[in-house]
């Protein structure tokens, strides 16, 4: 009687967990302040929010200002924007969110005004963590050895339950101007690899690159989105993923300008 209780309790489990099947959504590198990103932003708000399936959350992978979190404007167009969501919102700091000249104020405004640098949030069962990975990325900043001690801690404290790690600038290399180039120090990347699959996370996603690209980091793969900033003529887009029996697949929706014809 008792192993039949047993095999019926590890069949519920098994269901419970791979049953899961929901959607979210990821904006990025929205560059907030210059030229029409505060518009086409709300245009592609208003298309998530009529998306024709339940969106758990949005998340803001970085980047959403353009060097300009100080301007009380910018910051009022982004409460503005962001209020317009349907659904709950998350955010990550990106590198043109504080800047290293004035580091300290602008984590203070960002904390204050924007939302936390770090944030865990369990939806359907799995673990959304949002992290603050700019000083990575450039270990000059002073919260390098604060960040990685948080995500050690939350990463060990979540070791056998499913996870998704959100955050701005990939550890991968960036490909430009037809050559390889370092995203992290070296030792940065060997860190948060062995991390990432010691603790196995299911999957990583992240922007800053403004290109769509998938990458491994050993056993984990790395989703990189592209921007609702237009910056090198490309076409603003935001991201659906769908988490269905411990799989995530995406779609990408591009924004067009609709033009009268003559």
């Known amino acids: 009687m008792r192993k039949v209780f047993f095999a019926t309790l590890l069949i519920v489990l098994s269901l419970n967990m791979w049953g899961q099947d929901f959607y979210f959504v990821q904006i990025t590198d929205t560059h907030l302040g210059i030229e029409n990103h505060e518009n086409i932003t709300s245009e592609l708000i208003e298309k998530i929010n009529n998306l024709p399936f339940d969106v758990k959350f949005v ?9 300009n979190l100080k301007e009380k404007s910018v910051r009022a167009s982004f409460h503005k924007l ?21 580091y300290r104020l602008l984590s203070r405004i960002y904390k204050k005004e924007i939302g936390p640098l770090n944030q865990l949030v369990k939806v359907e069962g799995v673990n959304m963590i949002f992290f603050y990975s700019i000083p990575f990325a450039d270990t000059e900043l002073p919260d390098v050895k604060s960040q990685k001690q948080w995500i050690v ?13 959100f ?11 037809n050559e390889m180039h370092d995203s992290w120090p070296p030792e940065m990347v060997l860190f948060w690899k062995e991390l990432l699959n010691r603790d196995k996370v299911d999957a990583v996603i992240c922007g800053h690159f403004h290109r769509d690209e998938l990458h491994w980091l050993g056993q984990v ?29 995406y779609q990408t929706v591009y924004y067009y300008e609709e033009r009268s014809e003559n």
Not at 59 to 67: A, K, L, R, S
Not at 82 to 101: I, Q, R
Request: proline share 6%; no cysteine; glycine share 8%.
């Open 59 to 67: 998340v803001h992978t970085g980047d959403i200002f353009q060097n």
């Open 82 to 102: 962001t209020s317009e969501f349907k659904m709950p919102f998350y955010a990550v700091p990106g590198n043109h969110d504080l800047l290293p000249e004035k």
């Open 153 to 165: 801690n939350a990463l060990d404290s979540l070791s056998e339950e499913q996870v998704i790690l």
């Open 167 to 177: 955050h701005h600038q990939p550890s991968v290399g960036d490909f430009y101007n």
């Open 221 to 249: 793969p790395v989703y990189v989105s592209s921007s609702i900033a237009g910056f090198w003529e490309r076409q603003a887009s935001f991201r659906i993923y769908h988490y269905q029996g411990g799989r995530l697949s």
